[in-house]
């Protein structure tokens, strides 16, 4: 069994103490929180387990294999640092850091140390992501045309990310891991309606290469909770709603073909063709017990995590880049995917 | 009873010929078109009107009062200067003409003639967008913050326009009417997915001074029709959903309330406010029978159309910036709204 | 081409006239009503069709091939009646007659003079119920074991037959054609809030024979409009929506097994089988357009109607049998399928 | 705080623990369960809290105020009665007992030991439920005319019950809450898809005094999850959709007005009324908080509790006249309100 301490017991933090608990592979032995009301909550749903506000105690635990963190996004880079060199396995929250620098640092230390980094891209683990990955990589919907997201609800409003880094993330890390989309560049607007407040609203154009675009619609100050991507491919398309409480992912026979002829009107070059939906069963395993799973298995096996420090990495360099982009009103903002040497 | 004649009887122009025939205010004397079999089609189920292949006849023909032109985009503006030059009334599907400097001309020539000329701004003329405006204009919602449209569907691919001329010209026409949208700049991002074609997935996002932004996502490829709109006031947020065969318009007494205080913390400063959800009763009279009698009104008493010229021309100077946005990957296109200079 | 005569210009009216002068087989030349306004909107709608209160003369007019007869129900009986005595073909209103004995005289009087007889159960010609009989002779369901609707609405409260009569008559004929579920008994509820007035809500069992067993429930004063069948088979399951704009027919691979064994408990007998869920595409022609070819097609060749006069009769014994039931409280009333002898 | 014990830890078990530790009112001090996997899986999740399989020690331990039962239904009437007379408050999950007669020998218990009998109508505890019975005790729906539900899905097949009794139970326990409905008499009609098996699909009508009728709809094998009840009003009509993530009580301003006159055809006697339609915020605490809240105030200051001993009795006397319809094809069977006298 995996010793494991979870730090910051706030929204996410019941989850994954829960998780952690029931998995079967590991056991949770210490909880941290700077709020004492959270403290007295985790300790009246999990009477067994350690609650403490000093993180540093947990990291530094020698009765602790692993930490998971879930904190603000500032605090993730120091708190990940500092486990990885008490020689701890690491969890963290999305975004993986604050800045793509930092993310290159704690993959360097991980690798240097041979310890497990990998950070909680959850819907990567949901049963309706890996199915679609599943038929992009059979080829089912040819090649990919667009990835197209809306992800808007009410709140909750961040004081030191922007709607971008909270939400956006998710898109970006499923476009990764579905579309293996490489992101080339990015073009983002947003507005903020808080005065003195990062923005929380904002679209997101990322183009991936070849004739693959992407773009993520993210809003805290919707009336409604949308999760709707479309993604459309030159064979099928497909509506994933994570609203639906059944067939999540509907796949459809629709697209157009093209017939080019030398005398050939517009019109006539365009045939639309239209067959059969279908929705895959999913599995229905709770996305986190089969990442927390996978994390065991990194570091039992030493495997490399699906969702490791480098796919923690590759969407904080879009975010970078979206940030920069709707400061700048629109403008194109290039990534450049040179490895960098960071000093140590 | 005014004597209209319908140019162009494609997909349009049967619910044009329909509409002047049973308005009580209009007959249909001709109908043109370049297809034979277009005009059997007419004649078969409109038995009485006269279906010519030659548009003039029926321009310069005496006993018409007024024209509607219902064909494709490039065209729009011979027609109707036509139509101006020759004392009809006319009647312009939407988007008015292809250029900002031909709308001009066609509003300076009917205002020369004092003829009225409109642009079939449909949606305008909905029981939907006509609640939705007057819930604006009572202050029902607020301050207007964001207007977020998805407008999707399979087809039908044009050649001469790209997406953003096609339908993203709804949402300008509404944004113009219900919010009083002054588009000060735009930016887009948009693919053609077809070798040579316009593009036919694109992403608008306008703004409209203040902090008032608007996006339209619109796309020829996508596997299930959607018509939704977010619009986000600072008191109520409404979601206007066309595809709902009732409720398509749903008012939220939800949003959030900012309390600044020297002390307070980022999430004690948001409140987030959620009260009943409504839907108001809308009129349900076909928009083309509200319009064709509004249309009728104008003639006979020379009032002011809510969707003439200017309102056409507003909407394609919004649609020449996106291109041209869309042409450089994004960058912002501001909107010159001088009053331009244009020679007869 | 067949020359018909519509008689009765209310609420179908339009639609009969509209497809009969569009399907290319048939043409429509004359139209009666005893309201002088609805002809009106039928000359001003179809300026070639002769327009008048009498329809007997339509009837006996040598000059008129077939009569299509959507007049209220108690007038169903004489107009048909007449015609078939006039030598003309008929196609009748559902339900075909106000009782069994008047629908098996139409139908020995139609047989006697060989001329087609026709009963417009409009559901039977939609592409979603025709591929849903495909789904079940193919086989795909397995046995059925059960018909489950809800067709709720607000209005159009009648006077001379009830709710049972109005709208469960399009869930018996989609059961025959698609289930050819032969009705042995019924019970039905029901209630009317309006003093004096045919009930307005109804539920109505049907025991089918085997297994099988229907359900009907039907309302004229419901908030929301449903149209909403289950369809469950032991091998695979329909959700049929007829308010969707598209996926009207879902196929669930859903289903129970079960396994006897000595030692198995209840709860290990019975296994959850669950698959995927596909829509298939369906035809989207007119129904009505298609049932007037169909009937083109039994006068010209004549074959016999998918739904003839033993169609109609069909659905009238259950429908007497529900309304006998309904008055006793529910009490069950087989249903006699003895071929009767009428006199003449 | 009130110590309780939970008995049986199947499904509805975990949720009974959580909620008992977390109410701030209640603890947990044992569970017991026939099954040994079950009690692992309980100290997994509550690591505090003893597990046992004998029920009897729990009943019968000093330490325990109070007992919750949430075993197959024909354990519930000894338990209780044992827990009754151990002097323990009692919350037994619905149906109260398999037969009225047990359920009036537990209220005698009860009221003779002065302990606080409740049956765990969990619905009548949601948002959504007290907020329609709010607006139907304020007058706003008018006279209640009908009450009609859907409660289908796909399992769990039960061995000792039937459908009715596993489903139906939920909405007898509203109607009663909601609409005071005392159920006057009843017809039933159902099958059994297993054989040897109790119904699986069952169609109950209760018919409730004056015009109102009560109709209910319940299936395990249904390939959709439905739980949608409407509730027409004489001056507005509810849909109840429990399905919706949020919006799950709307209200509609809709209904029909009955103009008498000496003159007036029938269709000029009924007008159709439409107005806006409305969805009143809800509540959101867990529906099972809230009862075991009202549970600890009920034992602390000997309130009467809204779902107690009687109104499990009221929803078991019809569910036995329902049975008892169904096995004879509908027949209808009065419900005797005359108080019983029951032998001690």
Redesign the interface.
């Known amino acids: 069994m995996i010793k494991t301490a979870v730090i910051g017991y706030g929204y996410w933090g019941p989850n994954l103490v ?1 998780n952690f ?2 998995s079967g592979r590991t056991t949770v032995v210490g909880v941290s929180d700077l709020r004492e009301d959270r403290l007295v909550a985790a300790q ?5 387990v350690q609650a403490t506000q000093d993180a540093a105690s947990l990291i530094h635990d020698p009765g602790v294999d692993a930490v998971a963190i879930s904190t603000p996004v500032f605090a993730h880079y120091d708190l990940a640092m500092a486990a990885l060199k008490a020689g701890k396995h690491v969890l963290v929250e999305k975004p993986i850091t604050a800045t793509s620098e930092q993310a290159m640092r704690l993959i360097d230390e991980a690798a240097k140390r041979n310890l497990t980094l990998m950070v909680d891209h959850t819907f990567v683990y949901t049963g309706a992501v890996r199915k679609i990955r599943e038929l992009v990589q059979k080829g089912d919907l040819g090649d990919i ?2 990835y ?1 997201s ?1 992800r ?1 609800n ?6 030191d990310v922007d709607v971008i880094w909270d939400l956006a993330v998710h898109d970006l890390s499923i476009m990764n891991y579905v579309l293996d989309c490489k992101a080339m ?1 990015v ?1 983002a ?7 003195g ?1 990062p923005e929380n ?1 904002a ?1 997101l ?1 990322v ?1 991936c290469g070849g ?1 693959l ?1 992407g ?1 993520i ?1 993210v ?1 805290w ?5 949308l999760r709707r991507t ?1 993604i ?1 491919g ?1 064979s099928r ?3 994933y709603d994570d ?1 639906e ?3 999540k992912v ?1 796949v ?1 026979d ?3 073909t ?1 017939t080019n002829g030398p005398e050939s ?3 006539a ?2 045939g ?1 063709r ?8 999913l599995e229905v395993t709770e996305a986190l017990g089969v990442e927390i799973r996978h994390f065991a298995d990194c570091i039992e096996n030493g495997a490399k995590p699906i969702t490791g420090g480098e796919a923690g990495l590759a969407v904080v360099q879009v975010l970078e880049a979206a940030t920069l ?1 709707m400061r700048n ?4 903002v290039e990534i450049n995917h040179e490895p960098a040497i960071v000093a140590a």
Chains 1, 2, 3, 4 share one sequence.
């Open positions: 829960r608990s029931e009246r749903r999990f009477p067994g045309l667009y197209d809306v808007v009410l709140g909750l409003f961040q004081r560049a073009t607007s947003g507005m903020s309606h808080v005065t407040g609203i679209y154009t183009f004739n675009l773009h619609n809003n100050l919707s009336p409604v909770k479309l459309g030159a398309m497909i509506v609203m409480n059944s067939e509907k459809y629709k697209g157009i093209v009107t517009y019109q070059m365009i639309y239209s067959g059969d939906m279908y929705a895959p069963q982009s009103r629109g403008q194109l």
